[in-house]
């Protein structure tokens, strides 16, 4: 992603619209730099999906509450909601290197509590909060150093597809880490998941310490505050930015919060275990994986409607989803879930970076991440707060029907009518 204040010129944004090659995608491991980030990457994530698993599931079996389920997960993001704008303006200003160097070593310690506390029998519902709220606090300064060094690693010519390559990354982690912590819960238990994800950043800290990328002097600015303000004002001044930030918050708030009742549906619904859980973690991750190879394939022409589309497909499947007691349907269903999920996140991604000026660039995404991840822990809160009271079933069936009703009416707005117009 580019660094704010640095934004990409309008050629190159729309080279982000031509459709990818696989051998393009591939021609990126040519840069050393970005070799050992996805190695060490894709090891460390695979650890930070199967804690994820584990942590959902040790705490819905210690309190059986939905609430304290969507509560952890709150915890565990909000401060992404809060932090993120300060943590890019910090991305700037500092080494991003030495500061992924920080946050990993940070984060490693975090996973080594948890799996101590776990493994010695004296964790609580409480401490996993807390440490949960710790580790989002180090994630609220990881990501945007982490998305700011992909430009550093390959420069402006690869930089789309070490996007999407980071994207299938991501969702490779997904689909393998959940299933290996399904497995490790059923015959070890959680505190083993906690151990091998602490061990696992031992491959990303060791890339980050071999990597060679050249420091650029530090950028000062006295008026961060100020600027962040402007920024918020550009982006609900122009329509185009408001709208796609909108729908893609209510999905995010109303939708992608289902993740964090997983483990309720698993045990509850589906009268299942850990494997059942770590099943549906796995569907997702394939789901998503599929559509994060979609974006490198959707043409600029599609960029008004597909958010759109994807939103409203989002919803449908949320409420079939909601409706199955089958292990089987239920991870047939959240295949074409997770992967609308991804493509609304991807073309909205791409749609505001060509909407925005090039002063704003940078802020304007800082917004759209605030939108996207920043609007999940609010959604896990509320959510789990309906499902204590009317169930898990009912309250993901609402947060669907919120996001077909959302596109439906983005669908019908000024942007998506003059879009769908030029298919006409």
Not at 73 to 97: E, H, L, N, W, Y
Not at 127 to 146: K, M, Q, T
Not at 357 to 369: F, K, L, P, Q
């Amino acid at each position: 992603m580019t660094p704010p204040g640095e934004p990409l010129s309008e050629a190159e944004l729309a080279d982000f619209e031509r459709p990818t090659s696989a051998l393009a995608l591939l021609n990126v491991f040519r840069h050393r730099n970005y070799r050992l980030f996805f190695s060490g990457q894709l090891v460390s994530l695979m650890g930070t999906w199967m804690q994820s698993v584990a942590q959902g599931w040790l705490v819905y079996s210690l309190t059986h509450s939905a609430l304290l389920l969507g509560f952890t997960s709150f915890c565990a993001q909000v401060t992404v909601f809060f932090i993120a704008p300060f943590g890019g303006v910090i991305a700037d200003r500092v080494d991003r290197r030495r500061m992924l160097i920080w946050t990993q070593s940070l984060s490693m310690l975090q996973a080594a509590l948890l799996a101590v506390l776990t493994l010695i029998h004296l964790v609580h519902v409480w401490e996993i909060v807390a440490l949960a709220f710790g580790l989002g606090f180090i994630n609220a300064f990881d990501i945007p150093s982490r998305q700011a060094m992909t430009l550093d690693m390959v420069g402006r010519e690869d930089l789309r597809h070490a996007i999407a390559l980071n994207s299938m990354m991501f969702n490779l982690a997904r689909v393998i880490g959940p299933s290996i912590a399904g497995a490790l819960i059923v015959v070890v238990g959680e505190g083993v998941c906690f151990a091998l994800n602490a061990a696992s950043f031992a491959a990303v800290l060791t890339s980050l310490l071999l990597m060679r990328i050249a420091q650029r002097p530090p950028r000062v600015n006295d008026h961060a505050l100020r600027e962040i303000a402007d920024g918020y004002r550009y982006s609900l001044d122009n329509a185009r930015i408001r709208s796609a930030l909108i729908l893609v918050a209510v999905s995010s708030c109303f939708g992608a919060a289902y993740l964090s009742l997983l483990p309720a549906f698993a045990r509850d619904l589906l009268h299942g275990e850990a494997t059942s859980y770590g099943t549906l973690m796995t569907a997702v991750g394939c789901g998503a994986l599929i559509g994060a190879y979609s974006l490198s394939r959707i043409h600029e022409r599609w960029l008004t409607l597909a958010p759109i589309l994807a939103s409203g497909c989002f919803g449908m499947g949320l409420i079939a989803f909601s409706h199955s007691h089958s292990l089987f349907v239920s991870a047939l269903l959240l295949l074409p879930t997770a992967c609308s999920l991804m493509i609304l996140g991807g073309t909205t991604n791409t749609q505001i970076q060509l909407a925005a000026a090039e002063d704003m660039r940078g802020r304007v995404i800082s917004h759209y991440t605030q939108c996207f991840l920043g609007m999940m822990p609010w959604g896990s809160l509320l959510l789990g707060a309906i499902a204590h009271r009317i169930g898990v079933a009912n309250a993901v069936t609402i947060g669907g029907a919120v996001v077909t009703v959302a596109a439906a009416a983005a669908w019908l707005s000024g942007p998506a009518r003059r879009g769908a117009a030029r298919f006409a």
